[in-house]
């Protein structure tokens, strides 16, 4: 897959700066585009996942609600693979 992003003239001295200063010489350009959309990717994934654990179950469930999730048959398995669980 190829990613393409349009950048204004301003967007591109930024990136071209970045990529002086900080891409090692012997590194493609695609690689170094590469590792900076990971690393943002997994950025924002971690944020969203730190976002989500700051939820009270009462919010979560709600999202889950909102978008269509049934609720209490989520609830149940949990409570069925945590009593299973416990008599083990």
């Known amino acids: 897959m190829k990613?393409?992003?349009?950048m204004t003239k301003a967007e591109t001295g930024q990136w071209?700066?970045?990529k002086d200063a900080a891409k090692p010489p012997e590194?493609?350009?695609s690689e170094f585009a590469r590792v900076l959309f990971y690393r943002g990717v997994n950025t924002f994934m971690e944020?969203?996942?730190?976002?989500?654990n700051s939820?009270?179950?009462e919010e979560k469930a709600k999202i889950?609600?909102?978008e269509?999730?049934?609720?209490?048959?989520?609830s149940e398995t949990e409570e069925k693979e945590t009593s299973s669980e416990s008599n083990d």
């Open 3 to 6: 990613l393409y992003i349009k």
């Open 16 to 18: 071209d700066a970045l």
């Open 27 to 29: 590194m493609p350009d």
């Open 47 to 52: 944020e969203l996942t730190d976002k989500i």
């Open 55 to 57: 939820l009270s179950e």
């Open 64 to 66: 889950l609600e909102e």
């Open 68 to 74: 269509g999730a049934e609720v209490s048959e989520i």
